[in-house]
């Protein structure tokens, strides 16, 4: 044992006449040896090293990297407890096999240097000024949830701790042999006729490197750290004929010898600086604005999108369906406002009173039948227990139905107590696997039926507290007008199932909707939880779920009909029958002769 004076004192109390292990002999090692602290100080000077990578693969800048010296420590050491070690046959994180669990941090794991914008407007900020400012990523903060970063502002020097940051998928500081630089071989740079575009620098160096005036790609640098580039002033000459035939030429030449697969196309650095001549510079074309894609200055996926639009529009469209929808069929509104959600009191001033309140009576009865709610005495709710308000959302729809929904203000629940702040995510099928079971139905000449859930998230319980293995227990406040409805006293709703505004009732109606499909033998597919299915003597039945929209599809309708009956039997749905349309995917098929 090294000489510490904590193995001092242990080798006492060993030899003491309270323990009597027996030990005769204690061997301590002398300072300056390898056995004194060998695996602390190996460990200080790994995570020292480490933190020195850190900040040279972040191209950090000499003359600031004492600045960030103890950030990049910190996460150095993070970074530490997320390698695999294997302990008596499980493989796990060192973190893991200690604590059990993952850090909340290795859900949002980010690349030390990185850049991103992060948003520090407040109320206050006037609106002519920047809502954010690029900060580099340096660490993550304790005793904070996931995707939450430490963001460094090289500028004023300070750290935010946020989540609001928009990353910019590259480094903070760039290196200086990145994307930046492109090396060209003498013998090609002499058969671009340099003479006339390029001057070319006697040098040793067998590559030289040609700057070009423009440079487009490169996100915006750091204020001090961008590299140089020679911009050119923006006289232009009047050049004649000859000339601007020389340069259509040398910019098509310099076009060949630019890789395809460089990310920054005409973007040359030059460690060598090449003087250009005026003929030989480009200039940028003026953006111009476009009625139809409206401010020109997009991103590329921004681009493809609006072209994509303006392509689809232009297209011949034959038996194209038209709905309408709103006002225009009929449903009596007298200004656009009774087209929005409107609160109860809002609803109730209006002249449609009586209506509403049909409306809320028929809320109130729904959640009697689905037994979402059970009445407690306001007394005997516990003191520390939050007791949810609500509010109502009431619609006038466009066929005339008047509509109203209570909603919990889910934004009051309090994780661990109503909820667990990992299981409020609820999945939906992914758009590839509809077209998928589309196609699967085009190609076996089947059917497709829709069924909607009504009051799907009332149909969801509550989840089970982990150390008391009880269903949680949510109180809901009295809502407003169903006061009336029932016997007089203090009361409050002890919620029995989820309510809409929960954050869980998403999730919690997934789980509902997977145990019932399990009931009728049906199996979900691995590859997407929305996906279930079965097999039949008339071959497979499919059923995808996209959230309260539940899509059939078989290659019998009999077979079809058949489930779809099972389903209705447990809950209340809406037939709508066989449908050409589902998640915006339409469809078309002859069946006559069997085409799609």
Sequence with gaps: MDNGGENIKLMHRCQSADWKLGIKKFELTARDTPQQ????????????????S?????????????????????????MDGLVI???????????????????????????????????????????????????????YPQNHGANCWLMYNP?????????DVVWLRRMYYPSPRQPAELAVPRNQIQSLQAGEGIKIEEDDDPYVHAQIDEVEGLPPSPVGE??????????????????????????????????????????VAASE???????????????????????????????????????YSTEIMTDTEFGCVGAALGGGFENTTELRPMKYQEAMATADKSQWEKAVKEEYDRLVQHKVFKLVPKSLVPKKAKILSSTWAMKKKSNGK???????????????????????ASPTINIITVRCILVLMLLMHGYAHLVDVNGAFLLGGWE?????????????????????????????????????????AAKQFWLYLMNLWYSFNFKYNRADPCLYYKWTDQGIVLWASWVDDCLGIAKNEETLIASKKLLTSKVKCDDTGEKKEYVGCKLKHNRLCRSP
């Design 155 to 163: 500028i004023t020097k300070g750290t935010h701790v946020t989540r």
């Design 402 to 424: 008047f509509r109203a929904r209570v909603n919990a203000r889910g934004y009051e629940q309090v994780d661990g107590e109503h909820y667990d702040k990992d299981s409020v």
């Design 464 to 504: 089970h507290d982990p150390i008391t293995d009880e269903a949680r227990k949510v109180y809901l406040a009295i809502p407003e007008g169903i006061g009336k409805f029932l016997p007089p006293g203090e009361w409050v709703m002890l919620l029995l199932k989820t309510l809409y505004g929960t954050k869980n």
């Design 85 to 139: 070690e294997e302990i008596n046959g499980v493989s796990k994180c060192r973190v893991e096999h200690v604590t059990g669990r993952l850090p909340d941090y290795a859900r949002g794991l980010r690349t030390f240097g990185e850049a991103g914008v992060v948003k520090l407007k407040t109320k206050t900020t006037p609106k002519m000024l920047n809502k954010g400012t690029t900060c580099m990523f340096v660490g």
């Design 273 to 311: 600086r090449a003087n250009l001549r005026r003929s030989a510079r480009q200039f940028k074309k003026t953006i111009r604005y476009d009625p139809e894609l409206g401010n020109a200055i997009l991103t590329a996926p921004e681009k493809k999108y609006f072209q994509a639009l303006i392509d």
């Design 37 to 52: 602290n060998a695996l602390s100080e190996i460990g200080f000077a790994t995570i020292n090293n480490r933190s020195r």
């Design 226 to 267: 961008a590299p140089d580039v020679n911009t050119g002033d923006n006289d232009s000459d009047n050049n004649n004929d000859d000339d601007d035939d020389d340069d259509d030429i040398e910019e098509s030449k310099v076009d060949e010898i630019e890789s395809p697969n460089n990310p920054f196309p005409r973007m």
């Design 54 to 78: 850190l900040m040279y693969r972040a191209n950090i800048p000499i003359r600031i990297r004492h600045l960030l010296y103890p950030k990049a420590i910190l996460l150095a050491t993070l």
